[in-house]
């Protein structure tokens, strides 16, 4: 190959355009992008802004840039999805999720080139069995994802460890579970943004903020637990990936640790040196039954494949969060 490239579908979104701007700091990468940027005034434009990508690809012209530019794509990094827990249209998620990461991976596999995946700790639908990451393909059976968008994501764990098992897999192939990511670049998500990024406006206002009460007899209001990990992390392990070829199989990645939205909400406050003002209102019938009140992320299995740097801890991601973007006149990496 003349030229190192890596190739990031869903590359201006909020993990793949954090994860284009860590790789853009390498500079004897071309860094490609694949995405759709949507209206100018939308913003989302400005997730790349400061990256200095090599290429810009649009989804549906995806495999015609690979039939003629693809010689030099040594990996591909496949973030692009529709990853809406809530999105109505069954199979615009199955599509989007399983049909296009399917042919990524027949074209890193038929040419001997290496593919790293998003998928998400939705996959473990209600965690009565627990996180634990094996990626055997008993245990991935096994699961049972609440919505659509989790089911699609299990679906294709279940292709690649079946193909791998085959004989049939990429040069390397690396799954990654996120679970709940946030950070900078995340605005353009909407109702899907973290809750850091959904209260900030209130917070920043002065104005007290609203968190989902609980539904369930063993959780407080605000006490509901998530593993929240922050995108410099995530972006910090895929870049890890990319320098380790060797390392292959689906693997959990968050902080490790549990936390309640509470927690997060305090620590939003606590980042510009307010008191939490917290209020609880009822959850929306529709979430209730499809709601996850606890994830945790094991990590051991990322740790036994060699990843050894320390994860950051809310309080600490919150602050660089709100601090270094969200309360700037420039929020984007």
């Known amino acids: 190959m003349s030229r190192r490239v890596i190739l990031v579908t869903g590359g201006a979104g909020f993990i793949g355009s954090n994860i284009a701007a860590r790789l853009c700091e390498d500079d004897g990468l071309d860094v490609v992008v694949c995405d759709w940027l949507g209206a100018a005034a939308e913003n989302k434009w400005r997730n790349l802004a400061k990256s200095p990508i090599a290429d810009f690809v649009a989804p549906e012209a995806l495999f015609d840039w690979l039939a003629t530019r693809g010689e030099d794509v040594e990996l591909v990094i496949h973030m692009g999805a529709v990853s809406s ?5 069954a199979d615009k998620i199955v599509h989007a999720n399983f049909t296009l990461s399917r042919d990524l991976w027949r074209w890193c596999a038929a040419r001997r080139r290496r593919l790293i995946y998003a998928s998400s700790a939705a996959t473990y639908g209600d965690g009565q069995g627990g996180f634990d990451g094996k990626d055997d393909l008993d245990s991935l059976k096994a699961l049972r994802p609440l919505n659509a968008y989790g089911w699609s994501k299990a679906l294709f764990d279940l292709y690649a460890v079946r193909e791998a098992a085959r004989g ?11 679970f709940n990511v946030y950070g900078p670049n995340e605005d353009h998500k909407g109702g899907m943004k973290s809750v850091v990024c959904q209260i900030w406006p209130k917070v920043a206002a002065g104005e007290g903020v609203k968190l989902f009460k609980s539904h369930h007899p063993d959780y407080a209001d605000g006490g509901q637990l998530r593993d929240f990990v922050y995108v410099r992390d995530v972006a910090d392990v895929v870049a890890w990936l ?35 003002q ?22 051991s299995r990322l740790r036994a494949a060699g990843y050894n740097a320390p994860m950051t801890a809310l309080e600490d991601g919150v602050e660089d969060y709100v601090a270094g973007f969200l309360n700037t006149d420039d929020p984007y990496r």
Do not use: C
């Open 278 to 299: 917290i209020d609880y209102i009822d959850m929306p019938e529709v979430l209730r039954g499809k709601y996850q009140y606890f994830t945790e992320a094991d990590m």
């Open 242 to 276: 990319a320098k380790s070829p060797q390392v292959n199989g689906v693997y959990n990645l968050g902080s490790g640790q549990a936390r309640s939205f509470k927690d997060l909400a305090e620590a939003t406050f606590r980042a510009v040196g307010r008191e939490p």
């Open 85 to 89: 827990t809530t999105e109505p249209d």
């Open 168 to 178: 049939h897999a990429p040069a390397q192939w690396a799954g990654l579970k996120f």
